[in-house]
């Protein structure tokens, strides 16, 4: 007796891959499944999990998805429902697979003296023609984590907000921050808003515990560390 063939569309919907990953996630997908997405169609004599299911099973020692390793093209295209574009596909796959193997999370910047953060980000901000606060977000390594401009004027002008300045620090998970502005005049000199606004910020960062490391004034190639100074 032929086993009974079934188009995608006539499986259960809890069977069908697209759906099963919109409701569960890919996580929850067979190998078959997730390969069957990736075919997209199968033919007029099996749907796409069937033919999926066929291409785990090509190798003859090599099963599942380590035998796409092992298969080059013109062994895959034997299998009908399969052509130089879905081969050409099904080898993209393995060569992405080895390529993510291979990849390392990059070392991301550490920022453990004023000099550094200042030399970080020196030749942005000074050439800017208006005055601009940037939070850099870091974890609890003084590695960077985020950063962003969020307010631009002066201290004394602008509504430095420490809600949002935390709002979005719990949101990246950050351990402390770094405020950052610059003076567009070319003299770091901190003005006394610079200083009420260092220290309200640093009260804020206490209350939900993420630490203000410092605050940085950068000028033209010159900076001044409101930490190197006692005001934090």
Do not use: W
Not at 9 to 24: D, F, G, N, Q
Not at 76 to 82: A, N
């Amino acid at each position: 007796m032929s086993q009974q063939f079934y188009t995608i569309k006539e499986l259960p919907v809890s069977e069908r891959p697209y759906e099963k990953a919109k409701e569960y996630g890919v996580s929850s997908l067979s190998d078959a499944e997730l390969l069957a997405v990736l075919l997209k169609t199968g033919t007029r004599e099996k749907n796409s999990i069937d033919l999926a299911r066929e291409v785990l099973n090509l190798h003859p020692v090599h099963k599942g998805l380590m035998g796409l390793y092992y298969l080059s093209a013109e062994e895959l295209k034997k299998l009908r429902g399969i052509g130089t574009v879905k081969a050409t596909q099904l080898l993209a796959l393995t060569e992405l697979s080895k390529r993510l193997c291979r990849q390392r999370k990059p070392e991301r910047e550490k920022f453990d003296s004023p000099q550094r953060i200042a030399e970080y980000f020196m030749e942005e901000m000074r050439i800017k023609e208006t005055e601009q606060t940037m939070v850099v977000y870091l974890d609890h390594r003084c590695r960077l984590i985020h950063h962003e401009i969020l307010f631009t004027g002066s201290l004394s002008s602008c509504a430095l907000s420490p809600r949002e300045v935390l709002k979005k620090g719990l949101q990246y998970d950050a351990s402390c921050f770094i405020l950052l502005h610059n003076h567009p005049s070319g003299d770091p000199t901190p003005s006394q808003a610079d200083l009420d606004a260092t220290i309200r910020m640093k009260k804020a960062g206490e209350m939900i515990g993420i630490s203000l490391l410092d605050h940085l004034i950068l000028g033209d190639y010159q900076y001044v560390s409101l930490r190197e100074r006692g005001h934090i």
